[in-house]
C-alpha cells in the first residue's frame, strides 16, 4: 500500500484544516488508518484512527478529542483528519499509515503500523 498525505498547511489559532491521506495499490477497507504527529525534538505521538476492518470504530488522542474527526470515504480511498480549533500546540508534521491486522491494544503505537504516508507540515500560530 502507498500513502499519500496532504492537506496540511499554516493557520492561525482557531483555525480549521483537513487533511488528506489517499492509498493505492490496495483499498482501506481491510485496514487500521491512523493519524501521527511529531513535533521538533518529540517523539512521533497517536493522534487519531479508524478501523475499517472492524466496523468502522473511531479512536483519538485525548488532546485532540472534540476537536479533530477522522473518516473516510472507501470508494476514493482516502481517509480524512479534519482539525478544528488548532492550537499552537497542534504544530507538526502529520503522517497517516495504516496497517491490516494492527490489534485494539496497540492502535496507538506507531511501530505496529507496517505502511506509512511521507508526512504533511501543519504549522499553527497564535
Known amino acids: 500500500v502507498q500513502l499519500q498525505a496532504s492537506g496540511g498547511g499554516s493557520v492561525q489559532a482557531g483555525g480549521s484544516l483537513r487533511l488528506s491521506c489517499a492509498a493505492s495499490?490496495?483499498?482501506?477497507?481491510?485496514?487500521?488508518v491512523g493519524w501521527f504527529r511529531q513535533a521538533p525534538g518529540k517523539e512521533r505521538e497517536f493522534v487519531a484512527a479508524?478501523?475499517?476492518?472492524?466496523?468502522?470504530?473511531?479512536y483519538y488522542a485525548d488532546s485532540v478529542k472534540g476537536r479533530f474527526t477522522i473518516s473516510g470515504d472507501n470508494a476514493k480511498s482516502t481517509v480524512y483528519l479534519v482539525m478544528n480549533s488548532l492550537r499552537p500546540e497542534d504544530t507538526a508534521v502529520y503522517y497517516c499509515?495504516?496497517?491490516?491486522?494492527?490489534?485494539?491494544?496497540?492502535?496507538?503505537?506507531?511501530?505496529?503500523?507496517?505502511?506509512w504516508g511521507q508526512g504533511t507540515q501543519v504549522t499553527v500560530s497564535s
Open positions: 495499490g490496495r483499498t482501506f477497507s481491510r485496514q487500521t
Open positions: 499509515a495504516a496497517d491490516p491486522s494492527i490489534i485494539l491494544s496497540s492502535i496507538r503505537m506507531a511501530r505496529q503500523y507496517e505502511y
Open positions: 479508524i478501523r475499517w476492518n472492524s466496523g468502522g470504530y473511531t
